[in-house]
């Protein structure tokens, strides 16, 4: 399905042309993610020989465009296989397990840490990668990947409150919406312990990063108080039920909420005044990979900005490719430049990790 917008966002062009142009944009600067990963071996160069004749996948669910891999596999007379998963976490849950079968992940921005600290993913050889200037400045050499020296940009994009126009008044501008007895059993949040302790941290001024007993305790307090009005904490589901008018107001990933937009036109979204987080989606190789050349050939035929636009108009979530935003028609949710300066990068956690998981196994038990 192709998305074409039915309502423009005239006021979030700032931020389409800005990827256009690749110019400006300090609210974006990446060092805002905090911690620097620990050195790690940069691309290297060298000849990985013939394309083989496989490639599996370890993709997130609904991302890539209907003929993204159709087309691949007849140009470069590949086979794909296409596994998926909901969660960081289910994904590196099965590369730690001992899955060797994947020649391409697609990790967020948050979990690139752990992935180097349990050596899971391998440098690029970028002399296979000959469309990489169709990038956008703003998405390469980030903080968690140097030089991006293990990953390809894919996809970005925020966590807001997508809401029924018919079912509410008027669009909830903060995440105190959630605390309102007047949507009980109407209302979700993602199944996903960093966007929600992170939201509450948000709607205190906290950065979504803290690790601060009191913040932690404060966060607490508020998503216990949010539970009681939830229908559940849910993820992949949401997009339907928000369609079909079973849920009135959902904690959602922008590409997913401009999925539902173009199949239900009374579907808002928005990006709460005291904030939200921004994220990046990357493809990298896990050691394991045996199928390395097709990995690569696969990397750099995602970077035609053709190819880019179209897994932008499927999963209405932003191309870091500046080359491919021209071509995009999907009605995708850029942030304006006040919500922009409100946004945060997550950034690994290190020893806090523990504390964080703690209090979400207790916020899910309660």
């Not at 009681?228 to 107001?249: E, F, M, T």
């Not at 932008?312 to 942030?335: E, S």
């Amino acid at each position: 399905m192709t998305f074409t917008p039915s309502n423009p966002w005239p006021r979030r062009e700032f931020l389409r042309r800005t990827l256009a142009t690749g110019t400006g944009l300090a609210a974006l600067n990446l060092a805002a993610c905090g911690k620097t990963p620990p050195d790690q071996s940069g691309a290297v160069d060298g000849d990985l020989g013939p394309v083989e004749p496989e490639l599996n996948l370890y993709l997130w669910s609904d991302y890539v465009a209907d003929r993204t891999i159709p087309d691949f596999e007849t140009e470069f007379r590949v086979k794909v296989t296409l596994d998926t998963f909901e969660s960081n976490e289910e994904m590196i849950a099965k590369l730690m397990a001992g899955a060797s079968g994947y020649d391409l992940i697609l990790p967020t921005s948050n979990i690139f840490a752990a992935l180097f600290a349990n050596d899971l993913i391998a440098p690029l050889t970028k002399r296979y990668l000959t469309n990489w200037g169709n990038l956008s400045p703003l998405f390469v050499d980030p903080p968690w990947d140097p030089g991006n020296a293990h990953s390809v940009p894919w996809a970005w994009g925020t966590t807001g409150l997508a809401y029924r126009k018919d079912k509410i008044a008027r669009p909830p501008e903060s995440w105190s919406v959630f605390f309102d007895p007047a949507y009980r059993g109407k209302m979700t949040m993602l199944d996903d312990s960093r966007d929600v302790i992170g939201t509450f941290l948000k709607y205190r001024g906290k950065s979504l990063n803290s690790s601060a007993p009191a913040d932690l305790a404060a966060a607490k307090v508020d998503a216990l108080a949010a539970k009681a009005n939830l229908k559940a904490y849910v993820s992949a589901p949401v997009k339907a039920q928000l369609i079909a008018g079973d849920v009135w107001v959902a904690q959602l990933w922008s590409g997913d909420a401009a999925q539902a937009m173009a199949e239900q036109p009374g579907i808002g979204f928005v990006i709460p005044q005291e904030g939200s987080m921004i994220f990046t989606d990357g493809l990298a190789i896990p050691k394991t990979a045996r199928h390395r050349r097709a990995a690569h050939e696969f990397m750099n035929y995602v970077l035609r900005p053709e190819v880019a636009a179209a897994i932008a108009d499927k999963t209405g979530y932003g191309t870091p490719n500046q080359a491919a935003v021209p071509l995009t028609r999907a009605q995708i949710p850029y942030p304006t430049t006040l919500e922009l300066a409100r946004l945060e990068y997550q950034v690994d956690l290190g020893p806090a990790a523990e504390a964080w998981d703690r209090l979400w196994t207790e916020i899910k038990s309660a």
